[in-house]
C-alpha cells in the first residue's frame, strides 16, 4: 500500500528533504511525496483526510517556533507526532546575475530571519520578499539578474540557477526540526524520545502557570522546551507547548501527567511521544 506524505513544496525544499529522510526512518510503504503551497495548506489536507502522513517543520534553532505548525496542532487534535527529525540548515543564495546586480532578495520568512545580518551587510539596499517556500522563491528568480533567492543547493540545482554564495546562514549550527504527523497516534512510548503537549489555564491568575509547572517537576521530568502562543479568544491568554524529555525517564506521559494538571487546565492536548533523529551536517 503506497503512503501519501504531505509536505511544503514546491521540490527542493527543506522539508523534502525532511519527508524523504523520515520516510527511511519510518519505513513507510512505498511513500509518494506530495507537494503543496503554503504550511497551513499541508496540516490541512491530512487533517481532512487527503493524505496518509505530512512532514512539517516544527522548531528552528535561531528563530524558535513555526507559530502555524504549532496552531495547526491546537486546531487539529485529532493529529499526533509520530517521530522528529532535525536538519541541518545550510542556505544559499540563488541568482541567474551577479551579487552586484542583486536588489530583491526572495523567500520563505524563516529564511529571511535566519540571514538576516548576512543580508545586511552585504545587501544592504536589497528588498527582502517573503515567499510560501524557499523553492517558491528559486522557481520566481530564475532568469532574472536583479532578483535572488535564499534556499538550498539542491533547489538551485533542480531548477537550473546559479549558487552565487554559500553558506549564508548566520548561524552556522542553524537547524529545524521536522515531525511526522499522522491521524493515529504512536504505541511505542517506551522507546520515546520526547513526548509533546499544549494547555491552557482556567485563569490567567497570579501562580496559575506556576502550579501547573509544578505537577511536572513533581515526576521528575525535564522540560526540553516551552512556549506560548495566544488564544485568539482575548489579549493576554495563551495556550503553552511543552517538549519532555523521555530518555532518561520512560513513562506515559498522558497517563501519569493528566491527572495532575487537569485541576489547573482548561484543555490540554497531547501530540504524542516519538522518537527524535538528527542528521549531521555535511
Known amino acids: 500500500m503506497r503512503t501519501q506524505v504531505a509536505y511544503l513544496g514546491p521540490k527542493g525544499t527543506y522539508a523534502e528533504q525532511a519527508a524523504s529522510a523520515v520516510a527511511k526512518l519510518e519505513k513507510l510503504s512505498q511513500p509518494v511525496f506530495i507537494p503543496y503551497s503554503g504550511l497551513r495548506s499541508v496540516i490541512e489536507h491530512l487533517a481532512n483526510k487527503d493524505c496518509e502522513a505530512a512532514v512539517v517543520p516544527i522548531e528552528n534553532s535561531v528563530e524558535g517556533g513555526v507559530t502555524t505548525t504549532l496552531d495547526s496542532l491546537w486546531t487539529y487534535p485529532d493529529l499526533f507526532i509520530q517521530r522528529a527529525l532535525v536538519l541541518p540548515i545550510r542556505h544559499a543564495l540563488i541568482s541567474s546575475g551577479s551579487i552586484d546586480e542583486i536588489s530583491e532578495v526572495l523567500s520563505h520568512p524563516q529564511a529571511l530571519a535566519q540571514c538576516s545580518d548576512w543580508l545586511r551587510s552585504n545587501l544592504p539596499n536589497a528588498l527582502q520578499l517573503p515567499t510560501n517556500s524557499t523553492s517558491e522563491a528559486v522557481r520566481m528568480v530564475q532568469g532574472s539578474k536583479f532578483r535572488a533567492a535564499i534556499a538550498s543547493k539542491?533547489?538551485?540545482?533542480?531548477?537550473?540557477?546559479?549558487?552565487?554564495?554559500?553558506?549564508?546562514?548566520?548561524?552556522?549550527?542553524?537547524?529545524?526540526?521536522?515531525?511526522?504527523?499522522?491521524?493515529?497516534?504512536?504505541?511505542?512510548?517506551?522507546?520515546?524520545?520526547?513526548?509533546?503537549?499544549?494547555?491552557?489555564?482556567?485563569?490567567?491568575?497570579?501562580?496559575?502557570?506556576?502550579?501547573?509547572?509544578?505537577?511536572?517537576?513533581?515526576?521528575?521530568?525535564?522540560?526540553?522546551?516551552?512556549?506560548?502562543?495566544?488564544?485568539?479568544?482575548?489579549?493576554?491568554?495563551?495556550?503553552?507547548?511543552?517538549?519532555?524529555?523521555?530518555?532518561?525517564?520512560?513513562?506515559?506521559?498522558?497517563?501519569?501527567?493528566?491527572?495532575?494538571?487537569?485541576?489547573?487546565?482548561?484543555?490540554?492536548?497531547?501530540?504524542?511521544?516519538?522518537?527524535?533523529?538528527?542528521?549531521?551536517?555535511?
Do not use: W
Not at 509533546?196 to 522546551?225: D, Q, V
Not at 493576554?236 to 524529555?245: N, P, S
Open 154 to 282: 539542491e533547489a538551485a540545482e533542480i531548477n537550473g540557477v546559479n549558487n552565487i554564495a554559500f553558506p549564508i546562514n548566520d548561524v552556522p549550527g542553524n537547524c529545524t526540526r521536522f515531525v511526522l504527523l499522522k491521524r493515529e497516534e504512536s504505541k511505542a512510548i517506551p522507546r520515546a524520545d520526547l513526548a509533546s503537549f499544549a494547555f491552557s489555564l482556567h485563569s490567567n491568575t497570579p501562580g496559575a502557570l506556576l502550579k501547573a509547572l509544578r505537577c511536572i517537576a513533581e515526576l521528575g521530568l525535564n522540560m526540553s522546551r516551552i512556549e506560548s502562543r495566544p488564544s485568539k479568544r482575548e489579549l493576554g491568554e495563551y495556550i503553552f507547548f511543552v517538549d519532555i524529555d523521555l530518555k532518561n525517564k520512560p513513562i506515559d506521559i498522558e497517563k501519569k501527567l493528566s491527572p495532575l494538571l487537569q485541576p489547573f487546565c482548561e484543555n490540554i492536548i497531547y501530540f504524542g511521544s516519538y522518537k527524535s533523529n538528527q542528521i549531521n551536517p555535511v
